[in-house]
């Protein structure tokens, strides 16, 4: 727990000031680049991509850098790094779409309510329900159409909410069925989470869990669970469906119960004495999902539980083994994140996501320790 909040508070604050030095370093040498994972410290490399995932982390940064610190300087890169994407409003390949725009024009809309920002974060929340599938009743993920992975948990947002805007039934039940084929079947009964399901196309018959990025197809992968726990209770945000609030509380009491107490995972929970034991990115997403969590449980005392846990998780990433400050040369701000550890991509690195995490759960936890009355607006409204 933490005692000493201004002590806290202060933390946070260095960190921003760090984040700050590290954006504008890489937007100002390299621009309108979209980094993804570092090697060695080091954004710019030639390593694979694996997908095309990540192009709004950096502009959700910028926005996150320009509510905390209100500067215009911030939003107009911001709204650069955001205009650069817009025509991905419209790709229909990948199972992505609520990642780049939810972080970027969604941010947008929000410090500016006009229609043209808005049609935009519409045109893409359409665009990712249309790849829903009748048979099977899910979005099936980049792969093929057989897969569904357990990450489209984190894009059904912008779907409920171009649903919402636009008044169209379908789109809001496709995205709820979606949900619900993910907790029946890539969630197990203990909480644990399957990274990719595998359908019949013919008959849209379950037929088994498989992992890309986990140890093993029945183990759970940690990214996967915490993108479980933020994108299940983002869906209860919408609907207020307690059926979504449940397993988004199951997926959090496995990482409580499997995670050591400095709150940072390993790649899986079933990986035998892992080289590089951290994933820190995913310690950061689960620290926003644990404050969201916290906002929206009916028990008072797991709220309590939510909120100190995000914030020990916190405390840990604040220190000099995760956070870059300390580390010259190093390019990313928070170090000790994983990408693909199978395909050997941006293993014990930075990661674009797992910064923009972080800095979203920051300025939450700063939203938090000024009783409420300050840097609102961290996680975007529903
Ligand atoms: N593709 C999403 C992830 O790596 O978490």
Redesign the pocket.
């Known amino acids: 727990m933490i005692q000493d909040t201004a002590a806290f508070a202060d933390r946070i604050h260095a960190a921003f000031d760090f984040a700050g030095q590290q954006l504008r370093h890489l937007i100002t040498t390299q621009p309108d680049f979209f980094p993804m994972y570092t090697r060695e410290g080091k954004w710019k490399h030639g390593g694979e991509a694996w997908?095309n995932?990540c192009e709004g982390f950096l502009g959700g940064q910028l926005w996150l850098m320009f509510t905390y610190t209100g500067d215009v300087w911030w939003r107009d890169q911001a709204m650069r790094y955001s205009r650069l994407i817009e025509d991905r409003k419209l790709d229909n390949t990948v199972h992505?779409l609520g990642f780049l725009f939810w972080s970027t024009w969604k941010r947008w809309h929000e410090h500016a309510p006009e229609d043209f920002i808005h049609d935009v974060v519409i045109a893409a929340g359409s665009t990712a329900g249309s790849r829903f599938r009748e048979k099977g009743g899910y979005l099936p993920s980049f792969v093929s159409q057989e897969s569904s992975?357990i990450?489209i948990m984190m894009n059904v947002g912008i779907i409920f909410y171009a649903a919402r805007q636009t008044d169209n039934c379908e789109l809001w039940d496709n995205a709820a069925t979606h949900c619900l084929t993910t907790r029946r079947y890539l969630v197990r009964g203990d909480g644990s989470s399957a990274h990719e399901g595998i359908f019949d196309t013919e008959t849209g018959e379950f037929l088994r869990q498989t992992t890309h990025?986990g140890w093993r197809d029945d183990s759970s992968w940690a990214?996967?669970l915490t993108?479980a726990i933020y994108g299940f209770g983002t869906a209860f945000r919408f609907t207020e469906d307690s059926r979504f609030l449940q397993t988004a509380e199951a997926c959090a009491a496995f990482y409580l119960e499997h995670t050591p107490a400095h709150g940072v995972p390993p790649n899986d929970w079933a990986e035998p004495n892992p080289t590089h034991p951290h994933e820190s990115s995913a310690a950061a997403i689960a620290a926003s999902a644990f404050l969201q969590l916290a906002e929206i449980t009916s028990d008072s005392l797991r709220a309590i539980r939510y909120q100190q846990y995000a914030f020990t998780i916190l405390d840990t990433l604040l220190g000099s083994g995760f956070l870059a400050i300390d580390t010259p040369h190093w390019e990313g701000i928070l170090m000790q994140g994983m990408?693909?550890q199978s395909k050997g991509l941006g293993v014990n690195e930075s990661v674009m996501?797992g910064d923009y995490f972080f800095l979203e759960v920051l300025l939450d936890a700063l939203h938090i320790l000024s009783g409420r009355q300050a840097y609102g607006g961290a996680r975007p409204a529903c």
């Open positions: 997908t995932w992505d992975f990450d990025q990214r996967g993108w990408y693909h996501w």
